[in-house]
């Protein structure tokens, strides 16, 4: 009997005990809960995201000039395309983005000045008929006062009389011709269209290319704005295209001016984007700008870029990096550690075992695949490459559980 008491206090008391194991696990989880800006993985998922650390190196570089701007269009090889006369727009044949070769019909316009210019010319056909006519019998006329006073029949002043007028219609003929050449010339060289009505033209009809003038690209390149569509009115001085030859692209960058005095025109350029963050784009400098912003205290300078490819577009975002000579001694790390949150720029320092530290940093100059680091960074931390999107993912994610 004694024996089973003994077993019975035994049960309770372990029983106890696991009742008070729980009471422990608040005091754990308050030891492991992060600190704010401090991601954790384990080892499993550190594997599986692939997840890599390099050590922050000190370096000597080239020193360079940095500069943001944007791209544009080489406006060497830019051309505003307008209508050379009042009209309305018939057809439109291209959209932005297409690309067209020079001489190609781009829109046809029905003008009124087609018709007057027609009528014009009609006017100098029958006038040169007509005076044509008039120099045949002007001369038959001269002739036969010639012959007249040959035979005493006719006096002298007759005979002056009929060839002054000869000389008159002659004169007239030379005219309407000029003005027969001119009125052709306006509308097949100005106009681009046939002197003549086509053949089956009826009147109010103006579906016929030979009724309507024809709006040319000046040269190849690509559409890079449209400002017309069909049934709308167009003027001449309105730009209705913009096309633009992207095989070479301009990038304006705004140089500080306390590195005005180290630009060199004809030095050479590394020029980075956005969409190809890790590739720079050689470039040259060809143009330092005459005047200073006052607000932004830079200079504006012209950076020309090849672009066979297309990849590079007007407006976007572009950093140029000019070497200066000389170099300089600063921390770098891949270009890969570099995340952006909230405008900033962070990186992820390895702390512990599975525990990442943000910590916002300050850029400077890229030198291959590496970025130096202004601040905010020591020789000897140790960041996260591959595997950085991840852990600004696992810390998004757990800002967004708290809120």
Not at 145 to 170: F, G, M, P, T, Y
Request: aromatic residues 4%; proline residues 4%; hydrophobic residues 40%.
């Amino acid at each position: 009997m004694k024996r089973l008491t003994f077993l019975a206090f035994a049960v309770l008391a372990g029983c106890g005990a696991k009742q008070e194991a729980p009471k422990a696990e608040p005091a754990k989880a308050a030891e492991t809960k992060p600190e704010p800006g401090e991601v954790r993985l384990s080892p499993e998922l550190q594997k599986t995201a692939g997840l890599r650390i390099a050590d922050v190196e000190r370096r000597n570089v080239a020193l360079t000039i940095r500069a943001n701007g944007r791209l544009v269009a080489d406006e060497e090889k830019t051309h505003k395309v307008g209508a050379v006369v009042d009209g309305r727009v018939v057809k439109v044949f291209v959209n932005i983005g297409d690309r067209v070769q020079k001489g190609q019909v781009l829109a046809r316009l029905h003008s009124h000045d087609i018709h007057e210019s027609r009528s014009a010319y009609q006017k100098a056909k029958v006038e040169l008929t007509r005076l044509e006519t008039q120099r045949s019998y002007a001369e038959k006329n001269r002739d036969r006062i010639r012959r007249l006073l040959d035979l005493k029949a006719a006096s002298q002043e007759q005979w002056e009389h009929a060839e002054s007028e000869l000389k008159n219609v002659v004169a007239g003929i030379d005219a309407a011709r000029l003005e027969l050449q001119r009125t052709r010339q306006h509308l097949e060289e100005f106009l681009e269209v046939p002197a003549e009505d086509p053949p089956g033209h009826r009147p109010g009809e103006f579906d016929h290319d030979g009724d309507t003038s024809p709006i040319k690209a000046p040269a190849a390149g690509v559409v890079i704005s449209r400002n017309i569509s069909s049934g709308s009115v167009a003027k001449p001085g309105d730009d209705l295209f913009v096309i633009s030859d992207l095989a070479s692209i301009w990038m304006l960058a705004a140089i500080p001016e306390e590195s005005m005095g180290r630009l060199r025109t004809g030095m050479g350029a590394d020029v980075f984007v956005r969409a190809f963050e890790d590739r720079p784009f050689r470039g040259r400098l060809t143009r330092t700008g005459d005047l200073l912003d006052a607000a932004t205290r830079t200079v504006q300078a012209r950076i020309v870029l090849a672009n066979p490819r297309g990849e590079l577009k007007p407006e976007m975002y572009a950093t140029a990096e000019l070497a200066v000579g000389g170099t300089s001694e600063a921390l770098y790390v891949p270009q890969e550690s570099i995340q952006e949150m909230s405008g900033h720029q962070i990186v992820f320092v390895a702390s512990g075992t599975g525990k990442f530290l943000a910590r916002p940093v300050e850029t400077g100059a890229r030198a291959g695949g590496s970025i130096a680091i202004v601040s905010g960074l020591s020789a000897g931390d140790r960041v996260v490459t591959n595997g950085a999107f991840l852990l600004k993912s696992e810390m998004l994610k757990s800002t967004l559980t708290e809120e």
